[in-house]
């Protein structure tokens, strides 16, 4: 069931109260660029930790950039917003060595600021199945 994990990572975000957050996702991704933080905290299941990347959305299409690597890769999505401040973003691209199958869930702390699960659920860096976490902005 597709709603667990929606409340799950609710449940797990600080909150001052139960209120809903007073931001709003955008209802589209298209001509939008997110620059996102993943956790800085190295674990084995987090081979990225601390990376930057930017990504650049238009129709269904998206171009992510890791910065500060020569690495840039091509995908397709689909974003839904459940709710104003709760959105998810289904990614997959051609990355390096193979497909790369992952969803990210957004929460907004403001209209242009976030959190983000990450959860893979194919890809060719090790582990395939794994999440993290981190924080999301969207640029003008």
Not at 112 to 122: D, K, L, N, R, W
């Amino acid at each position: 069931m597709r709603l667990f994990p929606v409340l799950l990572f609710l449940a797990v975000l600080p909150t001052p109260s139960l209120a809903t957050p007073a931001c709003t996702l955008p209802t589209t991704l298209d001509a939008r660029q997110f620059i996102n933080i993943s956790d800085p905290l190295y674990r084995p299941d987090n081979p990225n930790a601390g990376r930057m990347v930017q990504v650049n959305f238009a129709a269904d299409q998206y171009v992510l950039e890791i910065l500060g690597t020569p690495i840039r890769v091509q995908g397709t999505y689909r974003y839904q917003r459940h709710a104003p401040h709760l959105g998810e973003i289904r990614m997959r691209e051609a990355f390096p060595g193979g497909t790369a199958a992952y969803t990210l869930l957004l929460t907004c702390l403001t209209d242009s600021e976030g959190m983000f699960v990450f959860t893979q659920h194919a890809g060719p860096i090790a582990p395939t199945r794994r999440q993290n976490s981190g924080r999301w902005t969207l640029t003008p």
